[in-house]
C-alpha cells in the first residue's frame, strides 16, 4: 500500500511538473488574444483606397501587434533566445511605427481603387501555429505566423505601391522579417517538448 500511494505520488508530481503553469498558459493566451485584436482592429478600419496611405494603416496595426507580443515574452518568458529575439522585434516596430506614423501625417490619401485593404484581410486570416502553453514556445510560433503576414502583405503591397518610401519599408519588412521568421521556427522546433 506504501509503495502504490508513493508510485501515485511520484506520478502526480511528474505530470504536475510537466505541465506549463497556468501563468504560462495565461501569457499564451493574452499573446493569442493581442494578435486577434490586431486583426479585428484592422478590420475595422476604413480603407482609403490608396495603396501605400492603407499599407501604412496596415502595417502600423500590424508592428504594434508585435510589439504587445514581444513585452508579453520580454515579462513573462524563461529563455533567453527568445527574449533577446523579442526585445529586438519589438525595437524594430516600434522605429518603423515611428516612421510610419510620419508618412501617414505627411502623405495625403490619393483616390485610388486599390483593393490592398481586402487582400490584407484574406492574409490576416491565413497561416497556422501551434500553442503548447510554453510561453516561449508560443510566442515564436505565433510570431513566426505573425511575420509570414506581414512578409505576404508586403509583397501584395509592393504590385500596386507607389511612394519609394513605403516601397522601401515593404521591402525591409521582407528582408527582415523572412531572416526573423527562421529564427523564430528554429527556437519553436527546440522548444516543443
Known sequence: MKTSLLSVASLSAALLL???????????????????????????????????????????????????MADMEVKQGKNAQVKALASKIKASNQKEIRELDQFMS??????????????????????????????????????????????????????????STMKKMANNVIKMQTKEMAELKKLESSLKS
Open 106 to 163: 505627411s502623405h495625403k490619401p490619393q483616390s485610388s481603387s486599390s483593393k490592398l485593404g481586402q487582400k490584407g484581410m484574406d492574409i490576416m486570416h491565413g497561416g497556422t501555429h501551434s500553442m503548447n502553453g510554453n510561453v516561449d514556445h508560443d510566442f515564436a510560433s505565433m510570431m513566426a505566423q505573425h511575420h509570414q503576414q506581414g512578409v505576404e502583405m508586403a509583397r501584395a503591397y509592393l504590385k500596386e505601391g507607389k511612394t
Open 18 to 68: 510537466s505541465q506549463p503553469t497556468i501563468a504560462q498558459q495565461s501569457t499564451s493566451n493574452a499573446m493569442m488574444k493581442s494578435m486577434q485584436s490586431g486583426m479585428t482592429q484592422m478590420m475595422s478600419m476604413k480603407m482609403t483606397g490608396d495603396p501605400d496611405h492603407d499599407f501604412a494603416m496596415m502595417l502600423k496595426m500590424h508592428h504594434q501587434s508585435a510589439v504587445e
